[in-house]
């Protein structure tokens, strides 16, 4: 199972909104609706940030949101800020295994 | 609340073999399945394996089978990874990972790694 595509970065000023998607099949993304997302700063564990779509944790800013489109799911950043400079990656149940997102670059400008 | 640690990282040859440790030093270990990811040097992340609560189901990565292990002690609040036959492309930092004991949960914590190195 090959990484689900996700553009390899994105940019924005603070205060503006970034979206990050990442590209799977009915076989995973489409297929469930176990898509989670993951913000991870240089040399530090993943965080979890978005779970079952669109569902946040406790504890993690209202700025983030999730949602999908068929095969596409997408991780929305509002109002950013320079704390969510970072590497960010999308993950997909796919039957019994699961499969990560080839990561996004988040740039505060 | 889940507080995962790694041990048993280290410089191995090829061919050679290696046991991960991962302890919990909450109280609900039982309770969650956890899971193996590992990220090689300036790359991403990829799953590598999975155990549930009392070691029922255990699936692995396809690049991974055959030649590494999973395994839990519930009562040490443990998971372990044997690897044998490691490759160059096993090099990476290997992170241990809980989940609630539903299909398809998220990782919703992660130890803080352990690297392992595979060089002659």
């Known amino acids: 199972q090959s990484a689900l595509p996700q553009p390899a970065s994105v940019s924005g000023s603070p205060g503006q909104s970034v979206t990050i998607s990442c590209t799977g099949t009915s076989s995973d993304v489409g297929g469930y609706n176990f898509v989670s997302w993951y913000q991870q700063h240089p040399g530090k564990a993943p965080k979890l940030m978005i779970y079952d779509v669109n569902n946040r944790p406790s504890g993690v800013s209202d700025r983030f949101s999730g949602s999908k489109s068929d095969n596409t799911a997408s991780l929305t950043i509002s109002g950013l800020q320079a704390e969510d400079e970072a590497d960010y990656y999308c993950m997909s149940y796919i039957s019994s295994r699961y499969v990560f997102g080839s990561g996004t670059k988040v740039t505060v400008l | 609340e889940v507080q995962l640690v790694e041990s048993g990282g280290g410089l191995v040859k090829p061919g050679g073999s290696l046991r991960l440790s991962c302890t919990d030093s909450?109280?609900?270990?039982?309770?969650?399945?956890m899971n193996w990811v590992r990220q090689a040097p300036g790359k991403g992340l990829e799953w590598v394996s999975f155990?549930?609560?009392?070691?029922?189901?255990?699936f692995y990565a396809d690049s991974v089978k055959g030649r590494f292990a999973i395994s839990r002690d519930n009562a040490a609040n443990s998971v372990y990874l044997h690897m044998n036959s490691l490759r160059v492309e096993d090099t990476a930092v290997y992170y241990c990972?809980?989940?609630?004991?539903?299909?398809?949960?998220?990782?919703?914590?992660w130890g803080q790694g352990t690297l392992v190195s595979v060089s002659s």
């Open positions: 990972a809980s989940q609630p004991r539903r299909t398809g949960s998220p990782f919703d914590n």
């Open positions: 909450g109280s609900t270990f039982s309770n969650y399945a």
């Open positions: 155990i549930s609560t009392s070691s029922t189901y255990i």
